[in-house]
């Protein structure tokens, strides 16, 4: 059975130009406010030369966005960056019966039960042409040893929707790469 969980959501539809940060790096980078303080700025700062996780996270994504700062090819976009390891399996898909409903699912064989990364929790990042969704761990979500989750969406997901799942650590100190999938 799938673990359940609850996402932030942020229709795009409500983001205005104050939620939206655009960073002038050799060309714009337009990206949603709430998902640099949520998610790329603490899985990037600590890898980051100068701390700055931001500029990191530009510098190495600079070529997915486009010369009017929109991201262009999502496939392409590294969006976490840590040492936490990566599931060698898994699989991302809009379940036929919910059109609002994705199921997460990963293998965890790579570890032993003992394994303190088998606490790790399940994050989300889910693009539409018209919402943003995100989890980005707080505690109460899915864990790596569980092996999958469920996520429902109160929205319709129509159309192309990217899907890029990691997991972080309990005091949120580091990260595994996103893996990402398009449904």
């Known amino acids: 059975m799938a673990h359940m969980m609850q ?19 050799n060309r714009k980078v337009a990206l949603p406010k709430i998902l640099i303080e949520e998610i790329i700025k603490p899985s990037w700062d600590k890898c980051a030369d100068d701390g700055d996780g931001v500029q990191a996270f530009i510098q190495q994504n600079i070529a997915v966005f486009g010369w009017d700062g929109q991201l262009e090819d999502l496939s392409k976009l590294i969006l976490t960056n840590g040492t936490l390891p990566t599931p060698e399996g898994y699989d991302i898909v809009k379940c036929d019966e919910s059109e ?80 990402y999938e398009e449904v």
């Open 100 to 179: 609002n409903n994705i199921d997460i699912m990963w293998t965890t064989d790579e570890m032993e039960e003992e394994d303190e990364r088998m606490e790790d929790e399940l994050c989300f990042v889910i693009f539409t042409p018209k919402i943003l969704f995100f989890h980005a761990g707080d505690g109460d979500g899915t864990r790596r040893k569980e092996g999958n989750a469920s996520v429902t969406v109160p929205y319709d997901l129509e159309g192309k929707v990217h899907v890029f799942a990691f997991f972080v650590n309990k005091d949120r100190s580091d990260y595994s790469l996103a893996w």
């Open 7 to 25: 996402c932030k959501k942020t229709p795009a539809k409500e983001l205005n130009f104050s939620q939206i940060e655009t960073f002038d790096f």
